[in-house]
């Protein structure tokens, strides 16, 4: 019986605070700013079975964005403490769907837990020569 990994939670969280390099001119969040963010999500799942892309993409596994969709509801700012909460919420055969909510969980010593942005994201797998593959099965869970 081959030695898989556990399979990866279905949810987690990860928490940052807001950078310089984040922001615009104004000290808001550059909307380009949340898709580090929401692969960060994506990578401490993985984390927590011990696992990470790298060893994915040593393994001929790639994982390629192939849809985003973000909708921004509250600007956030320099300094914010922001979580990221990350949801699996489907996988077949060689794609990956996740849920997203960027949430304000500090700004000036205050607690707001405010949600600023849900997102959406698909994944597809790809072999080392950019055609479909598929999903290791422990990955599907």
């Known amino acids: ?7 990866p939670p279905k ?5 940052l605070q807001v950078r310089y390099v ?6 808001v969040v550059h909307h380009s700013s949340y898709l580090p963010w ?7 799942l993985l984390r927590e079975i011990g696992k990470s892309y790298a060893a994915l ?12 969709e973000v909708k921004y509801r509250r600007p956030l700012r320099y300094d914010d403490v922001v979580e990221i909460r990350t949801k699996v919420d489907k996988t077949s055969k060689v794609k990956l769907h996740h849920s997203y909510e960027i949430v304000l969980v500090e700004r000036n010593g205050e607690k707001p837990e405010q949600i600023c942005a849900i997102a959406t994201t698909e994944l597809a797998c790809v072999g ?12 599907v869970g």
């Open 57 to 68: 993409e040593a393994q001929g596994v790639f994982l390629v964005v192939t849809k985003v």
């Open 128 to 139: 080392p020569d950019g055609r479909p593959k598929a999903l290791p099965d422990w990955l």
């Open 22 to 27: 984040e922001c615009d001119p104004m000290g």
């Open 38 to 44: 929401m692969e960060m999500g994506r990578t401490e």
């Open 1 to 7: 019986m081959p030695n898989f990994p556990p399979t």
């Open 11 to 15: 949810s987690g969280t990860h928490q």
